[in-house]
């Protein structure tokens, strides 16, 4: 038996219920249709389609519509005339056929795009009643629902519907997979934002700049900057209000602005949004607080991280519990871990164990966001996986001093040879740390995290991860075979050589890795994948990139190895001559050999924008 319902009128005037209360009840009304509708036992198809189905549905047409904001209450409009009399008036049944069969093609034409969405009723024969010879005409009707390609086609969001706001719910049910790992482990971070308009403009906000970044659709410039504003729009209006609540909401908003500014690397306007989140989050009583809100607990953390990572700073609040009950990893997939783990990082002379620790983690997560294990691990377990791994990363000391006024002359100060040697040996020590971490923090934010190579994070981390290679007067190959990790040395450069087409080219870090993969005796690039393997693999990330990485290194090696060659004929021919007089005298030869531009700079080749 259907839930029958019962409208009474308790005012002598109409109501016309605005803002909230007319969202409210909008929702109680799909929710009890839904409820209804689902709970009762399926119709067939010819009851839906029954006569009295068909005439009660028009009827009832805008009955119980609630009007809009703003809007007045209109008077029905008054019944058309019976179409008879049009037919006596336009003269005959040809016209009406042609009338009726034009109208049918401009409805059918008009609703072509929304097909899915449209359903048929039986055709309804519609007699003439004029004269003599009257004829039985048939008119296809076909029923659309003009807001079947619409997310919210009963404005039950807190944001008014347009075409823009479709588009970008289409793009975050269909690729905006940033960060879903790490912050929306328990699905819950939509209910959270769909009933607050700051922070659903906020979120849509960062939506469009996801587009933007990982799309390439430029035209989401607008969206993203109008959502921006009316997010601003909604802190100020909250926080001057009366009742001065730091809401969850609230809270939402500031760190979604902040993740935003911080994706987009305007790291000065994030610190004003960051250092208010602060406050809220110390004015609430701690990150221990917001346990009722498992997404918004992480939406801080992710924040705090990144914050922590651009600026390399610890982290700025303490790490905490994310839940007890979290499931270990598969048996089967730690099994498979431990046969490739870098245990190599244990041989290093400067934070060993922090470093071993780091990738010991590291491994099992790549291993578990790969297609295999994907499907067989729990997305709250890799969450708090990551999170862990993360606060460990961030912990670690800064060393960058250690080897860069080492670098810069200060080794010019020691008192003695010796002091001179320890120095040194620090310095080497520091710059591979340094290196490990940067390398490290670049792999969780694009394999792990998915953040978009476009990011700001991602020229901050390469820089950072260039300045401990390439030290001046320093060999790189020198330093690293010292520590004995050669191999993190390779996985470094490829991780690099992955994301740095977009922040000035690969061409300086194809160059190393073409040196490291020749120290290593490395031929083909399943070598290289076996390799990269035993370090942090992810089928997902790696498998798009490798195969283009390995086809640089060879071509690098084989212009190096072309170079080589002309050189070596050069030098027997004088050695007498200037080096750098022969060497720029034999370059247009080169080029012309080559068949690439070929220039001399600062004492070493540089062909085809690779210096060799």
Request: aromatic residues 8%; proline residues 5%; contains cysteine.
């Amino acid at each position: 038996m259907g839930r029958e319902y019962e409208f009474i009128v308790t005012t002598e005037g109409p109501h016309h219920p605005e803002g909230p209360a007319r969202g409210l009840i909008r929702r109680l009304v799909m929710r009890n249709f839904f409820e209804t509708k689902w709970s009762g036992p399926e119709k067939n198809t010819p009851e839906l389609n029954s006569a009295s189905t068909v005439h009660a549905k028009p009827n009832l047409k805008s009955r119980f519509r609630l009007p809009k904001q703003g809007q007045e209450m209109r008077e029905p409009k008054a019944k058309a005339k019976c179409k008879s009399v049009e037919w006596e008036a336009s003269g005959g049944v040809e016209e009406k056929k042609e009338s009726s069969t034009v109208s049918a093609r401009k409805s059918i034409d008009r609703h072509s795009d929304m097909s899915e969405s449209n359903w048929s009723r039986p055709s309804s024969r519609t007699a003439s009643s004029g004269g003599k010879g009257g004829q039985a005409s048939i008119r296809m009707l076909l029923k659309t629902n003009p807001s079947a390609h619409r997310f919210d086609p009963f404005d039950v969001l807190p944001v008014p519907g347009t075409p823009q706001l479709d588009m970008l719910f289409k793009l975050y049910k269909c690729g905006s997979r940033t960060n879903a790992m790490a912050i929306n482990a328990r699905n819950t971070w939509w209910s959270f934002i769909s009933n607050d308009a700051g922070l659903l403009h906020a979120t849509l906000a960062t939506w469009a700049l996801y587009g933007m970044l990982a799309r390439g659709m430029s035209e989401l410039r607008v969206e993203k900057l109008r959502h921006k504003n009316e997010a601003i729009k909604e802190i100020k209006s909250k926080v001057g209000g009366a009742s001065g609540e730091i809401s969850d909401q609230l809270v939402g908003t500031v760190l979604t602005l902040a993740s935003f500014e911080n994706l987009v690397g305007a790291y000065e306007a994030a610190q004003l949004h960051i250092a208010a989140l602060k406050r809220m989050v110390n004015a609430r009583g701690g990150l221990p607080a917001f346990g009722h809100n498992d997404g918004l607990v992480r939406g801080i953390i992710w924040v705090d991280f990144h914050t922590a990572a651009a600026f390399h700073t610890p982290p700025s609040f303490p790490r905490i519990s994310l839940g007890p009950t979290t499931r270990p990893l598969p048996d089967a997939l730690l099994e498979e871990a431990a046969c490739t783990s870098p245990t190599s990082l244990l041989q290093l002379s400067l934070a060993a164990v922090d470093c071993f620790n780091i990738f010991y983690r590291i491994h099992r997560l790549a291993l578990a966001v790969s297609t295999p294990w994907f499907r067989k691990v729990d997305r709250l377990t890799i969450s708090n996986l990551l999170y862990e791994t993360e606060y460990i990363i961030l912990s670690i000391p800064d060393y960058s001093r250690d080897f860069l006024d080492f670098d810069m002359g200060a080794k010019h100060d020691a008192d003695d040879e010796g002091d001179c040697i320890d120095r040194a040996n620090m310095a080497d020590s520091a710059s591979v740390v340094e290196a490990i971490l940067a390398a490290t923090h670049i792999f969780v934010y694009a394999a792990l995290r998915e953040i978009p190579p476009k990011a700001k994070i991602f020229s901050i981390l390469l820089e950072r991860l260039q300045v401990a290679l390439d030290r001046p007067a320093v060999n790189i190959l020198d330093v690293w075979r010292k520590e004995k990790n050669l191999n993190i040395l390779l996985w470094a450069l490829v991780i690099a050589s992955s994301v740095a087409a977009t922040w000035g080219g690969r061409n300086w870090w194809i160059g190393r890795l073409s040196e490291v993969v020749k120290e290593l005796d490395m031929h083909s690039e399943r070598e290289l994948e076996e390799s990269v393997k035993r370090v942090a693999w992810t089928d997902v990330f790696f498998g798009e990139v490798l195969g283009s990485i390995w086809d640089e290194v060879r071509e690098y090696r084989r212009v190096v190895q072309m170079v080589e060659m002309h050189l070596t004929g050069s030098r027997e021919d004088s050695i007498e001559e200037t080096v750098d007089a022969r060497l720029l005298s034999r370059g247009g030869e080169l080029e012309a050999r080559l068949g690439c531009p070929v220039e001399y700079e600062k004492g070493r080749w540089k062909v085809n924008g690779w210096y060799v």
